[in-house]
């Protein structure tokens, strides 16, 4: 008897303090210092159009993008490759073109199919 007794009041005991440990307080904590307040972040729509990685040829370093918007952009601009939104390479136009589809060669980084490519 005596044996359960202590075996319970063991639990009991437990118990009591495994319920404490989550009554703390949620608040957030004081800053500690000076304190910068930070301006709203604007956000604005680019205003170039994004084209798309159609084709990437390694051993002569030139991409084929398509413009889907139809706005090629001249021979010579310089453009920047993104994937997942990070930066990886830059292009520069060549003049070889047909409609949309445009040949760009690789200057720096590396390309993949699929990858975006915007202006600045």
């Not at 904590?29 to 994004?50: D, H, L, R, Y």
């Not at 390694?58 to 993104?82: C, H, M, T, W």
């Not at 136009?93 to 202006?119: M, P, W």
């Amino acid at each position: 008897m005596r044996y359960f007794l202590c075996l319970g009041l063991a639990g009991f005991t437990l118990l009591l303090a495994g319920c404490s440990w989550f009554h703390h307080s949620h608040a957030a904590p004081k800053p500690v210092g000076p304190v910068a307040k930070v301006a709203p972040v604007i956000v604005t729509p680019a205003q170039t159009s994004a084209a798309y990685v159609l084709l990437v040829n390694d051993s002569g370093r030139f991409v084929v993008l398509n413009f889907p918007g139809g706005q090629v952009p001249a021979e010579g601009k310089i453009l920047d490759i993104y994937r997942n939104g990070l930066k990886t390479a830059e292009v520069k136009i060549s003049k070889f073109r047909q409609e949309n589809n445009v040949t760009a060669d690789i200057l720096t980084g590396e390309v993949r199919k699929g990858d975006e490519a915007r202006g600045e």
